[in-house]
């Protein structure tokens, strides 16, 4: 019988593949090695192919694309509740399998190299400020220790610190010195990476048209719009505004029983580090609208005496992602409300 979909439970070596027909029967199993993988699937009759979404899906997925495939991915919370028995490979794929064949699944969109590219950018960029971080909190702790204290924050070590350094009344020794001005001189070259890092991200977004078009929004700034087009792409696969805030998280939560609703605090879900963007684009439009007449700031500075800070700055990320949206998927430039 024909085969019609494909679970495959990839790894780095060893790939396991559950094949059935258009009914859900078992048609083959198979075992396959990397070097074997895309052999085996340019012998088989276009199909859908459907994958966890984890590390490497996306390149495999391009790659069936180019065979003539169809690919889904599937997000692994989703496929966890078709899994039977004990778990090993091939009980994974028959559940990626049979979770693909439910009318309400939702999959994941598949992501182009250029996505992946900016990316990258971001996730060394947050890699190298969490280091950063680290780094300040263990300089500050460590001149705490010969009773040397100042503010908190990353500006207060760059200002503050060559000072101490040179204050030659304070108690530091001589050895002292020496390790506090190699803490600084790697302070100041994770400064650099970061710099080089915004650096590469906003001449990448000056050859794509939709991160150009983004950036004219008020809130959303060069880092932003350039992580909503590597998680969200052309935004052409979510059906409106709200369904990219809330796959973003920034919706409530429900949790409704006996036909009463019960909303909760934002769901949270999906892409965690786009969100906290969005709320701080947010957070600079609620401090810029108090001297500002137009429709979309009077209605920030209502909501904002209304409801509070921490709640209109989530309501306004929701109303950013929203518009944001229609920025992406139907091709269109920002136009100020007056």
């Excluded at 694309?65 to 919370?77: D, E, F, M, T, Y």
């Excluded at 990353?154 to 001589?174: G, M, Q, R």
């Excluded at 944001?324 to 998927?329: D, E, H, P």
């Amino acid at each position: 019988m024909k085969i019609t979909t494909v679970g495959l439970d990839i790894a780095k070596s060893i790939f396991h593949s559950f094949s059935i027909n258009h009914t859900g029967r078992l048609i083959r199993k198979k075992q396959l090695k990397r070097k074997q993988l895309l052999a085996y699937f340019a012998k088989l009759e276009p199909s859908i192919i459907v994958m966890e979404a984890c590390g490497g899906a996306n390149y495999w997925a391009r790659e069936f694309i180019k065979q003539g495939h169809q690919v889904k991915l599937i997000a692994p919370q989703y496929v966890k509740p078709f899994v039977k028995g004990n778990k090993n490979d091939y009980n994974d794929a028959q559940a990626i399998a049979e979770a693909s064949q439910r009318a309400s699944m939702r999959f994941v969109p598949i992501k182009s190299v250029e996505q992946q590219d900016l990316q990258n950018f971001h996730r060394q960029r947050e890699r190298i400020k969490k280091e950063r971080t680290a780094l300040a909190n263990q300089i500050r702790g460590l001149l705490a220790e010969y009773g040397i204290v100042f503010k908190k924050g990353i500006t207060a070590v760059k200002s503050d610190l060559p000072f101490i350094l040179e204050d030659a009344e304070n108690d530091l020794t001589v050895l002292s010195r020496a390790l506090f001005n190699e803490l600084l001189e790697e302070f100041t070259r994770m400064c650099e990476q970061i710099n080089n890092c915004d650096k590469k991200i906003k001449l990448a977004n000056k050859n794509n048209d939709v991160c150009t078009r983004l950036v004219d929004i008020l809130g959303i700034g060069d880092i932003t719009a350039s992580a909503l087009y590597a998680a969200a792409g052309d935004g052409k696969n979510f059906v409106n505004g709200r369904h990219l805030s809330a796959w973003i998280g920034l919706v409530p939560g429900q949790h409704s029983t006996g036909g009463k609703p019960r909303l909760l605090g934002i769901s949270k879900r999906g892409n965690s580090y786009l969100r906290t963007l969005l709320i701080h684009g947010a957070r600079v439009v609620l401090r810029h609208s108090e001297k500002k007449s137009d429709r979309f700031s009077l209605w920030a500075q209502a909501l904002l005496k209304r409801r509070g800070h921490n709640k209109a700055c989530v309501a306004v990320a929701n109303k950013l992602a929203r518009m944001a949206w229609v920025i992406m998927a139907k091709g269109e430039r920002y136009r100020p409300v007056m």
